[in-house]
């Protein structure tokens, strides 16, 4: 079975620090999602990574992909409010297997 | 529609009844999938539809859950007989290719199931 684990699982960040969140999975796969949930509401695609050494960068996020060490991580540049949310990895074995996800919460 | 939807988007219902839950996918999306996410948790898959056929039911936890599909169109999750431990939030996703399992999954809005 397929086991997704992110760490950590809460994130308290202060506005214009830098944060890093980590994914590690068990089995070989070459593609993987960040997908962001904010309070109440569904799941947004953040990114996708499609091989070994993929990074994708969108503001101040940034999502690179190790398939030999099978680890993705999710950097924040300079947090800002805006970014507080629940972060999920992802990866894809036809049916998505999720981590339990980093609640992060951006403080002043 | 441009986005997945879901209906209702809130649903409280007393222990042992029937619920129906549906789920209308991106037009043209072939695959759709069922997910469940108890509070405060990831996600659960339940079951994957190809069409309107369900090759791996094997999330289902028990079988008093069943999913249909019209087609390539709406789907529908029903939970009969409801117990407290099925609150969750259920959450429908669609993807474009039949054959490339390994498209994006773009999620619905969910549905808030309360059992009381």
């Known amino acids: 079975e397929l086991k997704v684990e992110q760490n950590p699982l809460f994130l308290s960040m202060q506005e214009g620090k830098n944060y890093t969140i980590y994914c590690n999975y068990s089995t070989t796969s070459d593609r993987l999602y960040w997908y962001r949930q904010d309070p109440g509401k569904s799941l947004e695609s953040l990114f996708v990574?499609?091989?070994?050494?993929a990074v994708k960068q969108e503001g101040r996020l940034m999502a690179s992909l190790d398939t030999k060490a099978r680890l993705s991580t999710l950097h924040i540049t300079a947090a800002v409010h805006d970014l507080s949310a629940t972060y999920f990895c992802?990866?894809?074995?036809?049916?998505?297997?999720f981590g339990a996800g980093t609640t992060v919460t951006v403080r002043a | 529609g441009a986005g997945v939807s879901q209906s209702p988007s809130n649903k409280v219902t007393e222990k042992g009844k029937d619920v129906e839950l549906r789920c209308d996918p991106i037009?043209?999306?072939?695959?759709l999938y069922w997910y469940r996410q108890r509070l405060g948790q990831g996600l659960e898959f339940l079951i994957y539809?190809?069409?309107?056929?369900?090759?791996?039911k094997s999330g289902l936890p028990s079988d008093r859950f069943s999913a249909e599909r019209t087609g390539e169109s709406v789907s529908t999750l029903t939970i009969q007989r409801t117990q407290q431990e099925d609150s969750a939030v259920y959450l429908c996703?669609?993807?474009?290719?039949?054959?490339?399992?390994?498209?994006?999954?773009?999620f619905g809005p969910g549905t808030r199931l309360l059992v009381l």
């Open positions: 037009s043209g999306h072939t695959a």
């Open positions: 539809f190809q069409g309107n056929s369900a090759p791996d």
């Open positions: 996703a669609s993807s474009s290719r039949l054959a490339d399992y390994q498209e994006t999954q773009y």
């Open positions: 990574l499609l091989s070994n050494g």
């Open positions: 992802a990866v894809n074995d036809y049916k998505l297997s």
